[in-house]
């Protein structure tokens, strides 16, 4: 699919419609008096299949006290109190 050039005043005139072109695969090139200033391309497809559970297995072990409760000073920032 080929490139479409298009000034800022068109791209915000109708932004609806480059959106579903950049949807389509499309990439647009923003021009600023007919020099090319940027591009906008489609993002890659979100993944679609669910994460096995279990990667990181064996990698990293939580040691005993990430389950302690934290101290108070900390709590205290947490609930935005100072003292």
Same mark, same amino acid.
């Given at each position: 699919? #080929? $490139?479409? !050039?298009?000034?800022? @005043? !068109? &791209?915000?005139?109708h932004? #609806?419609? @480059? *959106? =579903?072109?950049? &949807?389509?695969?499309?990439?647009?090139? *923003?021009?600023?008096?007919?020099?090319?200033? &940027? !591009?906008?391309?489609?993002?890659?497809?979100?993944e679609? =299949?669910?994460?096995?559970?279990? *990667?990181? =297995?064996?990698?990293?072990?939580?040691?005993? #006290?990430?389950?302690?409760? *934290?101290? $108070? $000073?900390?709590?205290?920032?947490?609930?935005?109190?100072?003292s």
């Amino acid at each position: 699919m #080929s $490139d479409t !050039e298009i000034g800022a @005043y !068109e &791209a915000k005139t109708h932004l #609806s419609r @480059y *959106l =579903k072109r950049l &949807a389509r695969g499309e990439r647009i090139v *923003l021009c600023l008096r007919n020099v090319p200033i &940027a !591009e906008i391309r489609p993002l890659p497809a979100p993944e679609t =299949k669910p994460r096995p559970i279990g *990667l990181a =297995k064996g990698r990293f072990s939580v040691p005993p #006290s990430f389950f302690q409760p *934290l101290p $108070d $000073d900390v709590v205290r920032m947490f609930e935005g109190r100072s003292s």
